[in-house]
């Protein structure tokens, strides 16, 4: 079994600032990792992946994730971040291995980016 | 090309009610799955569809029922509603393959008194 833990509930920056979402995952076998975005009363949306290859993950928006097989981590991060940045963002994993690719959440972290 | 459509958006039940959440695809998915969202929770599984035929328990299956229509189509089944139940419900496919990307509905808001 996997399990995804976002180390920050809330993040609140000031707009332009650079951010890092942090995410710790842990499970037996080789994994599939994701960050998704959710805007307010909106469905998810994929900002990226990892499933095999270079360790360093470009997305969507300007963001992008490394992955840290070491220290089990796959963190977002954004140099410089926008006012519309502001939402609520989702770490996931899945078993590469499995037939049906389930995805295990983390409970979120909301990116709150003032003025 | 929609993409993944749910109706109803927002539904407003009594306990005991029944309802079905509709769910479909036109992206030709093989997998379906249905989550709940609860504030501080994130996402959780309820039920999953690998394939046209198959349905599968996920991580939270109690009260709820699912049928696999066709390739398309996933509902899922509240028989007796409970205040318990008030959640967020998405519904998602997955293409099979080298991206293994789940794309998601907009989500149908239920509440349950």
């Known amino acids: 079994a996997q399990s995804v833990t976002q180390l920050d509930s809330q993040v609140p920056v000031f707009e332009e600032a650079p951010v890092e979402l942090r995410c710790n995952y842990s499970s037996s076998v080789s994994v599939y990792l994701f960050w998704y975005v959710q805007y307010p009363n909106q469905g998810l949306q994929l900002l990226l992946k990892y499933l095999s290859g270079s360790t360093l993950v470009k997305g969507i928006n300007g963001f992008e994730a490394e992955f840290n097989k070491s220290q089990t981590s796959f963190h977002l991060r954004k140099p410089s971040v926008h006012i519309s940045d502001t939402a609520e963002y989702f770490c996931a994993v899945s078993d590469s291995g499995g037939s049906n690719y389930k995805l295990t959440f983390g409970k979120g972290t909301l990116l709150t980016v003032n003025p | 090309n929609a993409g993944v459509t749910q109706t109803p958006k927002f539904q407003v039940l009594k306990t005991g009610q029944s309802m079905t959440l509709q769910c479909a695809q036109d992206?030709?998915?093989?997998?379906m799955y249905w989550y709940r969202q609860d504030p501080g929770m994130g996402l959780r599984l309820i039920y999953y569809?690998?394939?046209?035929?198959?349905?599968d328990k996920g991580e939270v299956p109690n009260g709820y029922n699912v049928s696999r229509l066709n390739k398309r189509e996933f509902s899922l089944r509240l028989e007796s509603a409970a205040p318990s139940q008030t959640s967020v419900y998405f519904c998602?496919?997955?293409?099979?393959?080298?991206?293994?990307?789940?794309?998601f509905g907009p989500g149908t808001r239920l509440t349950v008194l």
């Open positions: 569809s690998a394939s046209e035929g198959t349905t």
């Open positions: 998602a496919s997955r293409v099979q393959g080298s991206t293994d990307t789940q794309y």
């Open positions: 992206m030709n998915h093989n997998s």
